[in-house]
Every structure is written in structure tokens, then in C-alpha cells.
């Protein structure tokens, strides 16, 4: 299951540099303005970023918490961040991140 859903991020990534509507814009600079439904996520995994003070982790970027879970999270940690951010904002992040 793991296998499929990295498969199918992989296709996102490459759909998204083919495409020339540019469906992904995730840059690592930009300000993430979390849901509540995403402070709760971060909450529920709070251990993944065990040396950020609590109060300070509902401002982690998209990125840290896209690295994080795609490394670390079980299936359904994956499944449940594209539910709140969408896989195509997942997959843009996860390709921002790449060494060039």
C-alpha cells in the first residue's frame, strides 16, 4: 500500500512538470496559515519534531511537515495529509525540496 502511494505521488510530480498550467505552486518561503484540521494533524505527530517547543510547533512550514511524514508517518499519516492539503500541494512541496 505504501508501494502505490508513493507511486502515485511520483505521477503527480511528473504530470505537474509536464503540465503547463503549473498545477502546483509550493514555494518554501511562503507563510502557511495552518487549518485546524492541520494543527490537530501536527499535534497528533508532534513527536516527529521533538525539538521544537510545543508552542511553536502549530508554525512549522508545509515542508518540514510534508519531509516528516512522508520519512517517518505510517500510510494512513500519509492518506490523512493529503486529505487536508491535497496531494497535488504534498507532491509540489515534496518536489521543492529536492537537491537540484
Do not use: R
Not at 35 to 40: A, C, H, L, V
Amino acid at each position: 500500500e505504501l508501494y502505490l502511494i508513493k507511486t502515485i505521488l511520483v505521477i503527480v510530480i511528473f504530470i505537474n512538470q509536464i503540465s503547463s498550467q503549473g498545477i502546483i505552486n509550493s514555494k518554501s518561503d511562503e507563510k502557511t496559515e495552518h487549518t485546524p484540521e492541520m494543527k490537530d494533524f501536527i499535534k497528533e505527530h508532534s513527536y516527529l519534531w521533538w525539538w521544537v517547543p510545543e508552542d511553536k510547533k502549530e508554525f512549522l512550514s508545509l515542508d518540514s511537515i510534508v519531509e516528516a511524514i512522508l520519512n517517518y508517518g505510517y500510510v494512513k499519516d500519509i492518506k490523512k495529509l493529503f486529505e487536508i492539503v491535497g496531494i497535488e500541494k504534498v507532491s509540489g512541496t515534496f518536489l521543492n525540496t529536492l537537491p537540484e
